[in-house]
């Protein structure tokens, strides 16, 4: 072990090397004033020992005086627990327990990364995290085809605006072919019903479903004639088709009451007939998926196979609901589980808390076995795992019952119909 005066010497090497007046031999004259008072009692009393001593100059020596971080690392090194909370514009980092800088733009964040902004500066604009909508990278200027909302968020253009002001319809910008008139992006035809074919004007195809297009195929209508018998079905975000029937003009289609004028949707994707977006509103299902009957429902659920609880009927195309007593079962009574939920016991397909006299739960399966053909009531298969017998046979040697009389050294006992 080092003495304490080697301690001491070392102490005060350091202190002149780093410039630190050598006269001050004693922790307490250490100037603790710009640590925060939660943690100035604590450090004095750790810096009594001379060790922590010379590791306290050692750390100090590698941060400015005015580095707002330096005493969270002083305190991780020494030990101490209750380090400060890091300051807005930096977070704590979790590899080395330090305040840490944010990205640029950001008021406050979660990490490094330029996406993980908690708030942002209020110069710059918030672009929301895509796979984390609390989260945002903070951007001087938003991308092409946002804007900057009042509460500094980036919000997207409604096509075809390229780019827009203040609202996502207030276009300053159009896409290619568009034109702006008012705030507003225009086909060269579409104000007048039509669309340019060969450098021309001229009629949309099939203008009894399209009344506005911005192309010359059918695919490329953006407002049908009639858009209460007609649905428009979105080939892209900016044209589609005007159909009255969404399932004929594509298979996995539902016509949307939840926009105006109605639309048609797509069916999610275990569907291949739906009527509305849940995996749970299919009317028939995709290749190799069966149909899941739900309770008190038309639809249903399609998955590759039965759920627990459910069986496959005999056409081998839905999967039914068990009775509720039954975890896995392959009829619809309670006669036809086939495995019981914990504490249920399985007997003749049926699931029962407890097992009937002449049989026992096995242990192994759960299911109740019967006992050995002398045994009346047992805890086994065989007739040496008896509670008690079958008349005439008498129980001895405890729990066997396999024979008429009693042992030499046994008597009979009537109550208990046994030899003991």
Known sequence: PISLSQKTEDVNKKKIELGVNTNKSSAANIDVSHLP???TPKLESTLNNLAYYLRYWEIESQYDNDHRHSTTNICQELGITECPVC???SFLNSSDWSCHSCPIGCATCKSAAIDECLECDPNFASLTNPTNSSLYQCVAEC?????KDTNNVCQACTPPCRACENSPTACTACYEKYVILGGTCLYECV?????KINGLCT?????SWCVRCVGETTKECVECTDPSSQYFLRTDPTKGICTSNCSAEHANTYVSSAVSPLECRFCAESCSLCVGPSPEECLKCSSHLIKIELPNSATFACEEKCPNNYFLNSSGNLCKKCDESCFSCDGPSPQNCTQCSEGSLLED???TQICQSGTYRNPLTGACDSCHLNCETCFGADDKSCYSCKHPIILTNGNTCNSLSCEEHEFYDSEQKGCF
């Open 143 to 147: 991308l092409e085809g946002q804007f």
């Open 191 to 195: 104000d007048f019903g039509l669309t």
């Open 349 to 351: 397909g049926k699931c």
């Open 87 to 89: 300051s807005r514009g």
């Open 203 to 207: 009629s949309c195809p099939n203008p």
């Open 37 to 39: 008072p939660t943690l």
